[in-house]
Each structure stands twice: as C-alpha cells, then as structure tokens.
C-alpha cells in the first residue's frame, strides 16, 4: 500500500511540473491573467464549468480559446448570445432531409452537443430555450435529438459576462453548474498596461510542446484517480468554519452555498492536491473556495476575506479540544488566584457588636489658633464604618458601644482617606483629622497557612495541562515542517500561499503563548 501510494505521489509530482510549464506556454505574451488561465485550466481537468465575469475587452474570449490548446485536437465551439439567438445557432439546425421524413433531427456536428470544449459569452442574454437545453448538457451530458438521447462529449464549458444573471430569472439553478466564478478586471499594473499597448495583438493559438498537450484519456484517467484523493482533517476544519460564517451572514451578505456547490468545490480541491503531487488535501488548496462561494460582485469581496481569514486563523487540526483546555486553564487560573492569593486590599478592622466591620481610630483634633497646647486638644476613640472606605457619601461615627458621635463627621471623598470633622456644640473650631486605615495584606500577596494539599492538586492540574499543550506543539511544529514543502502550487499565488502559512505561525504562537500561561500558573503555585 506504501508502494501504491509512493508511486502515485511520482506520478503526481510529474503531473506537477508540467502543468507549471504548460501554463507558461498558454499565458505567454499575456498580463494578469495567469491566476485566471490556472484556475480555468484545473477546473478543465476536474471537469467543472467556469463563469468569467468581467467588463468587455479584458481577454475572456481569448482565455478560453488558449486554454483549449493545452488539450488533444479538441472540438471547440464558440458564440456570442443575444436575446435574438435561436436554438439552432447553438445546437445546430434542423435537418430538412430529417424533417421530411417526419423526424425532427438537428445537425449537430460543430456545434455545442459534438463539442469537447465551448465559451459562450454574454450567456445571460440568451433565451429560456437556450438556456433550458444547456441545463441538461450541463448536468446530465446528455442532448436529445429527436428520439435519441446523446451523450455529448463536453469537457468544459466557459461562460462569459458583464453581469451576473438577474435574480427571479429562473437562472439560479443554471448558474449555480458554474462551480468556478472568476473576475477579470482590466489590467491594473502600468508597467503590465504599457507592454500591451506596445505589443503585437496575443495570439489565440499559442505554440505548445507536444508533451506537456493533455490527452483524453489522461483525463479520464485523472479524473479517476481524484476519488483517491482525501480532504484532510485540515481541510474539513476550514469548511467547517466557512460554512458557518457563511450561514450566519447569509442574510446580511445575500449568499446561499447549495450542497451541489459545496460537493463539486470539495472536488476541485482534490484536483488541486492530485496536481501537486498529494494524496490529501492541505491549506493552499482550500485557498480555491474563495472562486466557487461568492454568487454577486456585492458579496464577492466579503466572501472571499472570510475565506482568506478562516485559513489564517485555522492552523491544523488537532486531536486534542484546545477550547475545552482553555477553559480548564481559566478555571484553574481563577481557583490559584482565589485560594492562593489576595484578590484585594485586607486591612485592619474590627468588629462590633452588630457584626459589622469597623476601622478603629485614636482621633485628636486640635483647637484652631492652639495647636501647640495639648489641653486644647480633644482625643476621641471612635470607629468607622467600613463599609464607607472610598465612598463620597458623609457619615457619622460611632463609639464602642456602637452609639452615634452627632458631632463628629467623617468622608473619604471617593480616596483612600478619611477625614473627620468634630464641632464642639455647633462650633466648628477644632482642625479637622485625617485618617488611613491600615493595609494588612496588598492585593497579590500570597495568603499564609495554605492548605498544601490542595496547592499540590492544583499544580499538578496545571502541569498536565501544560504537558498536553507542549505534545500539541510538537506534534504542529513537526507536521508545519513537512507541510509548508508542499504548500507551492501553480493555482495559487506566493502571496496566497503565505496566508495559509500565517495560519500555521499563528497556531504556534498561540500555542507557545498558553504554555507559557501554563508555567506561570505553576510558578504562582511554589
């Protein structure tokens, strides 16, 4: 089985290299549209149908018909629709010599039902008739003419648009066959700009090396091999994740992703993975959902960054419920501080005879104009209520029996201290005293006479989280070794395949950071 599955991956590897070099051939002499011609190509291969959705003149006519040159001798047909085309124009007419014999048989030679590849442009233009037959040919491969049903040869069909079809159309069913939506602007970079303002007009045939030419039975027997090919347990975390941000802004972003949808993207990433030399799919292909989700150039932008940042974020699968640890984590977070250590201030009180907490104050006011003398001074042994600490509300004191001072006055005025005031018989002629009461344990400080058992459980808790958090790293930063070789990939860009490496990073970091958590906790444990 190790043999089979090494000689595969050769085979792959191969595979590989030469849709690299077959792609250079069919986008030479053109700019900004490698990514396009890529995507349209590996959709080829699989099978799949690709909408290029663009303003007139940026190449998608051209774009297919170069695309066609990386197949055996293929048949191709191609039409510009309008809302004046005629199922004739497209499936062929009818035959008069047919007809007269009461057999109502198109010719079809040359035309869509006889042909391996086809664009049809401007295809929300057609009628329903039109668009009706091309369903079936779409979906099942298969045209009737006249009583017999054709299997029609039909490798891929590219469609091409200014717009998206309009909603309540009866086009949704139609459009959803195209698994791959493309956009193709106008050239953006100056420099690419400039070239093709200079250049001779792009051929529609470029010149490609027989061998790199994909024959028809390799597609077949390609296609036939991507059912060996698996989603990874990385990859089904990503489309777990998509899907469910999807579903929660379906509404607010118009999108709706059929089961149909999901099944033939899924397929394509496999294509992806055969092409590149594996037998399971990784983060570089599931970058491709973000040319198969979005339906409208309204959404097409959102859904593509939830993609993009759901790889990001994701990192690999692992075995073990990193959310249920970090919850376990807090737990015992909460529970070292709580028993272990001071959540607040404790400070020096006492308690009288209602069960109350009191700072016990030795208070001595001096008469004002006599602070020199002390039998001018009064001295008072009074207690505040401790529940006005660091209030602004004024308060009366109480002696220890609990009774009333009326002619002493306390506030703290929101601040760590309090002041009091005496009036000696309504006469405010005494300084006022200020009080801070006495802090016997800061927050922070560890408590004394703990209960060892319980510290020892509690760091044994943490140990075996952090022991479990350290074998999850390994097990990340052995895999993100072997994973990034083979991340490259002729459908996706270097700078895409950087995003699927930030995920992988980050998941490091994020785990490097909760062992460190981890050991901290240990250390508030000794």
């Not at 998608?60 to 695309?67: D, F, Q, V």
């Not at 919850?327 to 709580?338: A, G, I, P």
Request: aromatic letters at 10%; proline letters at 3%.
């Amino acid at each position: 089985m190790a043999n089979k599955t090494q000689k595969l991956n050769d085979v792959n590897l191969n595979i590989q290299a030469r849709i690299s070099k077959l792609l250079e051939e069919l986008t030479a002499d053109m700019y900004e549209r490698n990514q396009t011609m890529a995507i349209a190509l590996l959709g080829a291969i699989t099978g799949h149908n690709t909408f290029l959705l663009g303003p007139p003149g940026t190449a998608k006519s051209l774009i297919s018909r170069r695309l066609t040159a990386a197949f055996e001798v293929p048949k191709y047909f191609e039409y510009l629709m309008n809302r004046f085309s005629t199922p004739e124009e497209i499936f062929g007419p009818v035959s008069i010599k047919e007809l007269k014999e009461d057999r109502y048989i198109r010719q079809i030679d040359d035309y869509l039902p006889t042909a391996d590849f086809a664009f049809l442009d401007e295809i929300w233009k057609s009628s329903p008739a039109i668009l009706n037959n091309l369903l079936t040919i779409i979906n099942e491969h298969t045209f009737r003419n006249g009583k017999e049903i054709i299997k029609v040869p039909l490798k891929s069909l590219i469609a091409a648009s200014n717009e998206v079809p309009p909603p309540n159309q009866g086009l949704e069913a139609l459009y959803d066959r195209f698994v791959i939506r493309l956009f193709v602007p106008p050239i953006e970079q100056e420099n690419n700009f400039n070239h093709l303002i200079n250049s001779r007009l792009s051929s529609e045939s470029p010149s490609v090396s027989p061998d790199l030419i994909i024959s028809y039975d390799e597609i077949e027997e390609w296609r036939n091999s991507l059912q060996s090919v698996t989603l990874s347990d990385d990859t089904l975390l990503v489309i777990k994740y998509i899907r469910q941000k999807l579903i929660s802004k379906s509404e607010e972003l118009e999108v709706y992703v059929s089961d149909r949808r999901w099944q033939r993207a899924a397929m394509l990433l496999k294509a992806s993975a055969f092409c590149n030399g594996r037998t399971e799919t990784n983060h570089s292909d599931a970058l491709l959902l973000k040319y198969c989700l979005w339906t409208t150039m309204d959404n097409r932008g959102a859904v593509q960054n939830i993609v993009t940042s759901t790889i990001e974020s994701c990192g690999f699968d692992t075995d073990i419920n990193l959310a249920k640890l970090d919850q376990e984590k807090e737990t015992l977070d909460n529970e070292v501080n709580k028993e272990l250590y001071y959540s607040k201030d404790i400070y020096d009180v006492v308690q009288l005879n209602n069960d109350k907490d009191y700072f016990e104050v030795t208070a001595t006011f001096t008469r004002k104009g006599y602070e020199r003398y002390q039998d001018e001074s009064k001295i008072f042994k009074l207690y505040i209520p401790a529940d006005k600490f660091k209030t602004h509300e004024e308060f009366n004191v109480v002696d220890e029996s609990g009774n009333l001072f009326n002619d002493i006055q306390g506030t703290f005025g929101g601040q760590g201290s309090c002041e009091l005031t005496f009036s000696n018989r309504g006469y405010n002629n005494y300084n006022s005293f200020t009080f801070r009461p006495n802090i016997l344990c800061k927050k922070g400080d560890k408590k004394k006479n703990i209960n060892k058992r319980l510290v020892s459980s509690l760091a044994k808790s943490v140990k075996d989280i952090r022991q479990e958090l350290t074998e999850v790293l390994k097990q990340v930063e052995e895999k993100s070794i072997k994973y990034k070789k083979h991340l490259a990939s002729p459908f996706v860009t270097e700078e895409e395949v950087g995003t699927a490496i930030t995920g992988i990073t980050k998941q490091v970091e994020q785990l490097k950071l909760r062992i460190a958590d981890c050991e901290r906790l240990e250390a508030l444990c000794r």
